[in-house]
């Protein structure tokens, strides 16, 4: 029988709840379960970001469980159950080499409820850490009985536990999480939690992170969202752990298209926070600092000034979705920097180069396109798109062909690109993701008209009548229910039901149709 060297024996002893440490340092099958002693799941550990939180985090004695680093595990004092079933990593094991046998799994997650708390978060902890394991199941159990109490009486590490059990378990969704709570309790009490200052800047972090991880989840409850905003002030977090926790939190204000319904106030307040705090982090993060409210037409020119300097002296360290982000912002400002579009007119090029997905490929046509609003044009690069279209006719255009012309355009502008292989390996997701594919064709379209329209002399091969048909299917016909009060809406889509429901509430608030221009 193999059995785990000394050292990690005495690091799990020191980790886990006595009755499993014993166990597994002689049951063969820990090398299924703890194999994350020696191997880390490389999309959350060797992330730099979330091994500090998670070091920050287990510094705190609520929180020994998160340390990513098992074998230099303090010797810290852990609850200790004599009732932790030691058969539950056996069940695990029989799990994966039997998919069928469920029984002795549910058998052993049933007496759950008995652990000591810290040694249940342990143990979800080394599961979600194991690419091997598929422990959907047992977080479940955990999130189920965190979440169907009452949320007002969980203590503030148990909430952020919670919250963190939703980050482990990545895919929840929101109508799976209804089934436990009410999504709108648990932001309450998060919104609660922050102004309270009850939650350290790693723990605001950890809650941001865990709402990320519900599909179709918007924090769109006004009581979080000023917290939130609240939270902006980044004078208490440590400068190693400060880029982390402003784009966190910046994240989930803007997630879902929510920073709509907040008030100018409130971002320009923001705008003016991160004025102060732009030379302290990096030159990416600074960049989202910038942008954060320029989708409202919102921004702070002294902020844009500082920024701008930076990009003069640091370009070269920026990446695709930077370039992206840039771009955007220039497009919609009114304080345009003609150094910082010059400037990223030559970076396309170099993302261009360097483009080793699909995705890159569809941010280098976005900020080409970005960058036309402001008549500047890398015609070099342009050129090779418009070009990738020479047989393409108007008679072939449709929605459901465009996945297939964008895999013959991918094809063809990569035909020389150094990366060609890796992109070209990643064709398939445009069979996935109608977006990308509809952008790759549209903002080529795009390209082509703008280039026509200010004159800008390039000789390529994209027929006018291809690009008119490609922008012809986006573009959306005014519903007739907009003129009929009695025509049902309920077969529109999400935006031109919104259109149509604001245009009844003007009409009935003012009286009648006439008076709506």
């Known amino acids: 029988m193999f059995r785990l060297p000394l050292p990690i024996v005495n690091s799990l002893q020191r980790a886990l709840p006595l009755p499993i440490a014993s166990f597994c340092a002689n049951f063969p099958a820990h090398q299924l379960f703890l194999s994350t002693c020696a191997r880390r799941d490389a999309a959350i550990v060797d992330n730099d970001h979330s091994r500090v939180l998670f070091t920050k985090l287990a510094q705190k004695n609520d929180y020994k469980y998160l340390d990513p680093d098992i074998h230099n595990l303090p010797n810290a004092e852990v609850e200790k159950s004599n009732h932790l079933p030691p058969n539950l990593i056996r069940a695990i094991k029989s799990r994966e080499e039997n998919p069928r046998d469920n029984l002795s799994l549910k058998n052993e997650l049933d007496t759950f409820k008995n652990w000591a708390l810290s040694a249940q978060l342990q143990v979800g902890f080394l599961?979600?850490?194991?690419?091997?394991?598929?422990?959907?199941?047992?977080?479940?159990?955990?999130?189920?009985?965190?979440?169907?109490?009452?949320?007002?009486?969980?203590?503030?590490?148990?909430?952020?536990?919670?919250?963190?059990?939703i980050y482990f378990r990545r895919d929840m969704t929101l109508e799976e999480f209804s089934e436990y709570a009410d999504i709108e309790k648990l932001q309450t009490v998060f919104g609660n939690l922050l102004f309270q200052k009850k939650l350290s800047p790693e723990e605001i972090v950890a809650g941001c992170l865990g709402f990320k991880k519900i599909a179709g989840c918007g924090l769109n409850l006004k009581i979080v969202r000023e917290a939130l905003y609240e939270s902006l002030d980044s004078r208490r977090v440590d400068q190693d752990f400060k880029d982390f926790y402003l784009v966190t939190i910046m994240t989930a204000l803007t997630r879902g298209n929510m920073i709509f319904n907040d008030a100018e106030i409130s971002i320009f307040k923001a705008l003016k926070i991160f004025e102060k705090d732009v030379e302290n982090v990096s030159i990416m993060t600074a960049i989202k600092m910038m942008s954060f409210g320029i989708s409202l037409g919102l921004d702070n020119e002294n902020l844009s000034e500082k920024v701008y300097k930076r990009l003069a002296t640091e370009f070269e360290t920026i990446n695709g979705k930077d370039v992206l982000s840039v771009t955007n912002f220039l497009s919609k400002t009114t304080n345009v920097d003609e150094l910082a579009v010059n400037l990223m007119r030559g970076e396309v090029s170099r993302v261009f180069e360097e483009a080793e997905s699909v995705g890159d490929i569809g941010d280098v046509l976005k900020s080409l396109s970005y960058l036309a609003i402001n008549e500047v044009y890398r015609l070099e690069v342009s050129k090779i798109f418009l070009d990738a279209f020479v047989d393409v006719?108007?008679?072939?255009?449709?929605k459901k062909c465009l996945p297939a012309i964008s895999k013959k355009i991918i094809a063809r502008v990569t035909e020389d690109h150094r990366n060609r292989d890796k992109i070209l390996s990643g064709l398939d997701i445009l069979d996935k993701n109608f977006p990308l594919a509809a952008t790759i064709c549209q903002q080529s379209a795009a390209l082509c008209f703008n280039m026509r329209i200010d004159k800008i002399d390039c000789d390529h091969s994209m027929d006018m009548d291809t690009a008119a048909a490609i922008l012809k299917l986006s573009y959306k016909k005014i519903p007739l229910q907009l003129h009929s009060p009695q025509m049902s809406i309920s077969g529109l889509d999400y935006r031109s039901r919104q259109l149509v429901n604001c245009k009844r509430g003007l009409a009935h608030f003012l009286g009648s149709d006439r008076f709506i221009g």
């Open 393 to 398: 006719l108007p008679s072939e255009v449709s």
């Open 127 to 165: 599961l979600h850490m194991n690419e091997n394991i598929h422990s959907k199941q047992y977080l479940t159990k955990l999130i189920k009985v965190l979440a169907s109490g009452d949320l007002d009486s969980l203590k503030s590490h148990e909430f952020i536990a919670l919250l963190l059990l």
